[in-house]
């Protein structure tokens, strides 16, 4: 079900900006026609159950996984039964459809940060080309148990690239040779683009945009929200900028292939010896301290993870960079929590 809070601020939001339909509606293989992303990539998924040490097996074989292995807690993935065969599954622009096996995450009690709970390894996607990759779209379809409870927030898969394979996530400070550009789910199934980029030109005080000066930049936090019990869809788009000194980077993400963010203007990398590596599977609650721990053993499932990729970098203007500042003080979107003020609803930004 959609918490209130996030009922009540797209309420406000069609009040103040029109209809929920203005918003644009792509499928993931559009989109990646729409950029040019001509190379594409499917993850193997299991044709049955299988044991967790043989769900690991495959992910090391055939996921691609950089150092080839599960960085962090391989005993909580498993390929398992999908739990809502009979979930709608609709997005914007149809019926999702799969059959057989989901990967399932298990988030222990009291766990928080990747070192205790869910699970966090990377792929290494190489292009047939021989070229990097600098312009990339990730879908997948995501379902929350029932009863989730969601706490202060937990990361979700997205993509990273660079040089240094273990930067840009879990506090270290984004320093252009790396990023990384995952999802995040907030208080109240608040939904959000979790990005470790540089926060240069002045990006924190946009509208919609949260920095914190010891971890990564919030964009677009609770313009959309995630549910439980059924299957969902989400596609991240990065596109990195073009030349490193100008920032006119892009992050768009859709979820059930309505757009719901749209990050313009960034300056992703520093260097152009960063491309986009792949598929940064990441996902736990926290947070780094046990504040933001699950009370309770819960599980959230994952199917159909797709890539599309191409050598195109960002085509879109952009101002050249002012300075490497990493982020001051953190800062809010004033207009979202006025918005949730008037209806009771303040999200905690944390």
Known sequence: MQPLSFLLISLLHVALHGTANGAEVIAPDQLAQRYSLTASTSFPFPTATQSVSDTEALLVSGWGLGRARVQNSPENLQFVADPYPSSTGTVSTGVLNSTGPVLQVTYPAKSFSHETGGTQFFNLWNNTSGGNFLSMILTYELAFEDGFDWVKGGKLPGLRGGLNSTGCSGGNQPTGDCFSARLMWRKNANGEVYAYIPTTNDICSRRGV?????????????????????WNRVTILTQLNNPPNVANGQMRVYYNDEQVVDAEGLQIRNTDQVSINGLFFSTFFGGNDDSWATPNTVHSYFRNIQMWGGENPSSLTGPVIKSNALPQTPRTAAGFVMASIAFGAVTALV
Do not use: E, K, V
Not at 213 to 224: A, P, Q, V, Y
């Open 210 to 230: 949260i920095c914190n000066s010891d971890f990564g930049t919030s964009f677009n936090r609770g313009s959309f929200g995630f549910t439980t019990g059924r």
